[in-house]
């Protein structure tokens, strides 16, 4: 199946705002994307080149009234280039030790301040393994060592946050260009008083990709709002995140508020390094730990919760690492 995008993505890949992609769409036809069955738009990775190119004539002044008649030879251009992409990237499965040398190509990338070295090993990390797999071997791993590096104080601040960020990105993308067929509803949330949400985007990936759909809440969620969305909503699963360790007796305290409203079906799942630390009190709540990407196909793979056969019982890979925003329901 061809990739495609939809139009906050492809106007991000592109620098061409959406209202934009719009108005040139309607004014000049420009493109004609097709529509998903739900209505959207849906931009091929031709199409992005295209509003890059013409992104591109305009910057350096010509209008778009006169850009759009180098249309013809802009599209042949295209279609060309990625003929030529096509024959030279017949894929291939990564060599054994690949994802270690992805990970240390990074990490010297991150020490040096180099950003488009970096994002250049993780294209060809992203074009090379599937997205959960690139998490489980590259990315997690990845966000690991840079974080022993900080408390190590071999990086800082700024080597952490060119990481996190590039890594934060690529899920993102990732995620948007996940599966949409929504067989069963999870709800994604952090703890109150978490920042951290990169291991929670995660998470949702591995959802979609197992055929959920994905209502995100991200970071700081405060417990009453989480309620609200839990009863509208009506998910079969929430997937809370904490990363930071605040001690057991607060840990306890929040999970309780967290998972209070529980509606009729909702199941609650956690994970995190802080959630890891309190397994005892999380079982004591009736919520689920997964902590391993085998816990997560133990839980994801049968579609199985608490109680049922084929769940570990350390069920919290939420790893690491408002308004809502539903990742499925954009507007068109």
């Known amino acids: 199946m061809k990739r495609t995008y939809r139009i906050n993505v492809a106007a991000e890949m592109s620098g061409v705002s959406e209202g934009l992609i719009r108005a040139w ?18 931009y091929t990775p031709a199409d992005v080149a295209v509003l890059k190119r013409l992104k591109q004539v305009t910057s350096e002044g010509v209008s778009i009234a006169e850009a759009v008649k180098l249309l013809p030879l802009i599209k042949r251009e295209v279609k060309e280039l990625h003929a030529a992409a096509s024959s030279r990237s017949i ?11 992805w ?17 250049a090993v993780l294209d060809e990390a992203v074009a090379s393994l599937p997205p959960v797999a690139l998490w489980d071997e590259v990315l997690a791993p990845l966000q690991r060592e840079v974080g022993e590096r900080w408390h190590q104080g071999t990086f800082t601040i700024a080597e952490e946050h060119l990481v996190t960020q590039a890594v934060k990105q690529c899920v993102l993308t990732l995620l948007h260009q996940a599966p949409r067929r929504s067989k069963r509803h999870v709800v ?17 990936l591995r959802f979609r990709h197992a055929g959920w759909r994905v209502t995100f809440l991200g970071a700081r969620t405060p417990a009453e709002h989480l309620a609200r969305v839990v009863r509208v909503v009506r998910p079969q699963v929430v997937a809370l995140s904490s990363v930071n360790d ?3 007796e607060h840990f306890e305290q929040t999970l309780t508020e967290l998972t209070r409203e529980r509606g009729d079906d909702a199941s609650f799942v956690v994970g995190g390094r802080g959630a890891e630390q309190h397994a005892k009190l999380a079982a004591k709540l009736g919520v689920r730990l997964v902590t391993t990407p085998e816990g997560w196909d133990a ?4 579609g199985s919760l608490a109680g049922e056969p084929g769940v570990s019982e350390d069920a919290a890979g939420l790893r690491d690492g408002g308004r809502a925003r539903e990742l499925d329901d954009q507007a068109p």
């Open 188 to 204: 994604c949330a952090c703890f109150p008083d978490e920042d951290h949400e990169l291991g929670l985007l995660a998470a949702a």
């Open 246 to 248: 605040e001690g057991a």
């Open 103 to 119: 990970r240390h190509d990074m990490l010297v990338a991150a020490q040096r301040l180099d950003q488009q070295a970096l994002e």
């Open 25 to 42: 769409e309607r004014r000049y036809g420009v493109l004609k994307p097709k529509r998903t069955p739900s209505g959207y738009r849906a």
């Open 91 to 101: 894929p291939r499965a990564p060599k054994a030790g690949k994802s270690e040398k």
């Open 299 to 302: 839980l994801l793979g049968r």
